[in-house]
């Protein structure tokens, strides 16, 4: 019997067994029935409305999802785009699973080290490069690399165009790959498509996906670093130039100071005639303006390093500033060439400092005769120290006046300082002039140029 008929009958307080005779007690029984079929044809088409409704929804939901997160790998797509395009350095997107198949298949042939197998196999780190694929890159790589077509950069490697040293330096992509790895920064010599090289350095990184890395689409960063190199090299020299500089102002200020405690300690200790005395006197006296001449240097340069050091703009006469100091000197000629006095604005004792300077510098490094002339043009004044020295090589003329920089003394004369020139220029420049050097065929030129008084750039 139908489960629902038995159910019904129950529920009537019928037997399942023995179904009533009576036509009347069926009637109700089957009015029940026939309630319940069309209950649950209502509830089977409601419900398949309802699925059909929310199936209808979830399409378009999904959709909508869809459509929402396309829009969304668009977005990102693009400003990776506009951000790969604009950044400043050079930036390749690199393709390296046909790489990655090579590599599979050394592993199948036995290969456990890839280091090994390429020390023993150069050759092959040629045809790996060959199959790493060039998928984009920005603007930058041309002015790092220079002007070519965008298309002849595209696509496979041309392994054939490397160098040793730039095919060298592939390796460590490789070996990265074949570790797993995901970034690797390394330096090497970069080669331009004219040839030439520079120092460069590589960031190469792979995007993450889960668990591993995808090398379809490495990103290569190349930077050139010559103005860090030259940088680092003129801090080595600077770092060797003060080194050099303290070992010598040690010495300066040592033989002058051993003089004066020597011959004070003989004039303290013994009995000493007059003309004996005197010269010792003398020595002492020397002695101490020479120490005297570095320490002020040394003051100087450090007041102009921290910014501190003023001159003054007053006018003077050259050749009353000159003739003392040359008198002092002894055996160097004066000459002047036009008006006389000559009057310069500046300050005198600088002017004095950069002088003596000059005739320390000649006497060291010059030839046996020196001279000094004095002339005034173009609103100028002039005072130059002369030698009949031989002119200064190019490399050595150009650097003469960086700080520290010392030149091969004359026999019998101590290193300097180095510093002498760099000040004496930085005075010069301070008072609106300069300090040049020039050979002019027979002397070799140190002048010193200020701005003239008035009245004498009306005469002249």
Same mark, same amino acid.
């Given at each position: 019997m139908n489960r629902i008929l038995a159910r019904q009958l129950r529920r009537l307080g019928l037997s399942t067994e023995r179904p009533p005779d009576d036509l009347e007690v069926w009637r109700p029984l089957l009015a029940q029935v026939a309630a319940a079929y069309e209950d649950s044809d209502r509830g089977r088409y409601l419900l398949e409305r309802s699925m059909e409704i929310s199936s209808r929804e979830m399409r378009d939901l999904?959709?909508?999802?869809?459509?929402? =997160?396309?829009?969304?790998?668009?977005?990102?797509?693009? +400003?990776?785009? +506009?951000?790969?395009?604009? %950044?400043?350095?050079?930036?390749?997107?690199?393709?390296?699973?046909?790489?990655?198949a090579g590599f599979e298949e050394l592993q199948r042939d036995g290969v456990a080290e890839l280091g090994g197998y390429f020390d023993e196999h150069p050759g092959e780190i040629a045809r790996f490069v060959s199959l790493v694929e060039v998928v984009d890159l920005n603007a930058a790589v041309f002015d790092l690399i220079g002007h070519c077509e965008r298309e002849a950069l595209l696509g496979p490697v041309d392994a054939s165009a490397l160098d040793a040293d730039s095919l060298g330096s592939w390796r460590h992509e490789f070996e990265a790959i074949w570790k797993g790895e995901g970034h690797v920064t390394f330096e090497f010599t970069g080669q331009r498509l004219d040839g030439s090289r520079f120092p460069a350095a590589l960031h190469w990184t792979a995007s993450r996906i889960q668990d591993a890395y995808d090398y379809s689409r490495v990103m290569v960063v190349v930077i050139d670093i010559s103005d860090r190199m030259a940088a680092e090299e003129r801090m080595r020299q600077l770092v060797k130039s003060k080194d050099e500089f303290l070992a010598t102002v040690s010495h300066e200020l040592r033989t002058p100071l051993t003089s004066v405690l020597g011959y004070a300690e003989v004039?303290?200790?013994?009995?000493?005639?007059?003309?004996? @005395?005197?010269?010792? $006197?003398? &020595?002492?006296?020397?002695?101490?303006?020479? $120490?005297?001449?570095?320490?002020?240097? !040394?003051?100087?340069? /450090?007041?102009?390093? !921290?910014?501190?050091? #003023?001159?003054?703009? &007053?006018?003077?006469?050259?050749? #009353?500033?000159?003739?003392?100091? %040359? +008198?002092? *000197?002894?055996?160097? /000629? %004066?000459? *002047? &060439?036009? %008006?006389?006095?000559?009057?310069?604005?500046?300050?005198? /004792?600088?002017?004095? @400092?950069? !002088?003596?300077? !000059?005739? =320390?510098?000649?006497?060291?490094?010059?030839?046996? +005769?020196r001279m000094v002339t004095v002339e005034a043009a173009g609103g100028m004044v002039s005072l130059a120290v002369c030698d009949d020295g031989p002119p200064l090589a190019l490399d050595v003329a150009e650097r003469i006046f960086d700080r520290y920089y010392r030149g091969q003394a004359q026999s019998g004369w101590p290193g300097s300082v180095g510093i002498g020139l760099t000040i004496s220029r930085e005075l010069a420049q301070m008072m609106d002039g300069d300090l040049r050097y020039r050979h002019d065929g027979r002397w070799s030129r140190f002048e010193l140029s200020l701005p003239a008084a008035a009245a004498l750039r009306a005469a002249v």
């Open positions: 999904n959709c909508e999802i869809e459509e929402l =997160s396309n829009r969304r790998v668009e977005r990102s797509e693009q +400003h990776y785009r +506009h951000q790969f395009g604009q %950044l400043p350095v050079a930036a390749w997107e690199e393709d390296f699973r046909r790489v990655i004039l303290r200790g013994s009995e000493v005639d007059d003309a004996d @005395q005197r010269a010792m $006197l003398a &020595t002492i006296a020397d002695q101490a303006a020479d $120490l005297s001449n570095i320490v002020e240097d !040394l003051l100087v340069g /450090a007041r102009a390093d !921290l910014g501190q050091l #003023d001159v003054d703009a &007053t006018p003077f006469d050259v050749f #009353d500033l000159v003739r003392p100091v %040359l +008198h002092s *000197c002894g055996g160097v /000629a %004066l000459e *002047c &060439t036009g %008006l006389a006095p000559a009057i310069a604005i500046g300050d005198s /004792a600088r002017v004095r @400092q950069i !002088l003596r300077n !000059l005739l =320390s510098n000649a006497e060291r490094y010059g030839g046996p +005769h």
